[in-house]
């Protein structure tokens, strides 16, 4: 979400939005203004039509909204952390932290998105039938309430597809993972659906293109591609996906750091480095033996080295309670998204009676993944 214009929180959660969601709101306020309004509501005000599109644009990109945050709470409620909620040309997205640990989860997640979207349609529909026959500006609320529930219906009844990565795909996902107990071939399965999807919407587009010259077209071509491009993004990278799930953390972890007291001089440390065996951080213990953090070489190497000698390793290493953890038996995918909401992207790999086992981080999956190759050539 670097990139993206702040909007806030909510609920805790960052919200932002692409640079081109003013844009895209800035067309629909001019279609709601100069096209939809004087043709359903004639006899108002150009200032009130505007008016009238400009809460209409808002309160589409609401709706949106609500749909991220439908996701994003139920996320949390399993126990996945959601880093934000960025808004975008065709959308919204809701970042997490870490997939879902069982097709349960996955299917709550999912699905909560469009039935966020049907309950906010089914709302502005009973707004806009109380104000049903009024006159003036009301009737052009009234009116402006029919299209916001038409597109969030919409909008439910899309999302719904059965093909990644919209939310109908996760959810056929998710069911395929819980007839098969294979979440990676359940993916595979998902994403294939959503390239033919994507290719289905792609063709319609283009022969409504082709046919009709007022442009409607082209906004179904462009959503094709788009799901056919990511869908088959999604399905070349699950294979790799599969083999973070498979290989366990204690296998290409760094093991048996060595333990240094909280009370030694950085100085020291480096002095003394050249004992150990290259390692990318080092677990610290108090006096008590007990583990207090763990700091990084990247930390000392971003030290003033003439403070070296007045710093002791407590001084800078990340206290142990903001350390991430993991057993030597975990899969390394839910273990290395894990580490990328902590203050370091270090992971404490321990046994199962609370032993230090090593030290791991980003650079795990890539000897997954070439682990899993071996392992397959053999």
Known sequence: MGRDIPLGRIAGIRIGMSWLVPLIALLYVWNLAELRFPYEVPGQSAGAYWAAGLLGAVLFFGSLLAHEVGHALVARHEGIGVSGISLWLLGGVARMESEPRTAGAELRIAGVGPLTSAAVGVGFFLVGLAFDGATGTVELFADLCGWLAFLNLL????????????????????????????????????????????????????????????????????????????????????????VLRTVRVGQVMEPDPPVLPEWMSVQ???????????????????????????????????????????????????????????????????????????????????????????????????RAVELGAVTARS
């Open 155 to 242: 909008l439910a009844a899309f999302n719904l597809l059965p093909g990644a990565p919209l939310d109908g795909g996760r959810v056929l996902g998710a069911l395929l993972w819980m007839q098969t107990r294979n979440q990676t071939r359940a993916q595979q399965t998902a994403a294939r659906v959503g390239q033919v999807l994507g290719a289905a919407l792609l063709a319609v587009g283009l022969a409504i293109l082709a046919s009709d010259d007022n442009g409607n077209g082209i906004w179904v071509a462009i959503v094709g591609a788009y799901i056919m491009m990511s869908a088959g993004s999604e399905l070349r990278s699950t294979p790799a996906l599969g």
């Open 268 to 366: 020291d440390l480096v002095t003394a480095a050249g004992r150990y065996r290259p390692q990318s951080a080092y677990a610290i213990q108090g006096p008590d033996g007990r583990l207090t953090g763990v700091l990084t070489g990247d930390t000392v190497s971003a030290t003033d080295p003439r403070q070296w000698p007045y710093l002791r390793l407590a001084d800078l290493a990340f206290p142990i309670d903001r350390v991430a953890t993991a057993s030597v038996d975990d899969a390394v995918l839910p273990t290395v998204q894990r580490a990328r909401s902590g203050p370091t992207d270090r992971v404490l790999v321990l046994h199962p009676d609370g032993r230090i086992a090593g030290i791991t981080g980003p650079e795990a999956a890539e």
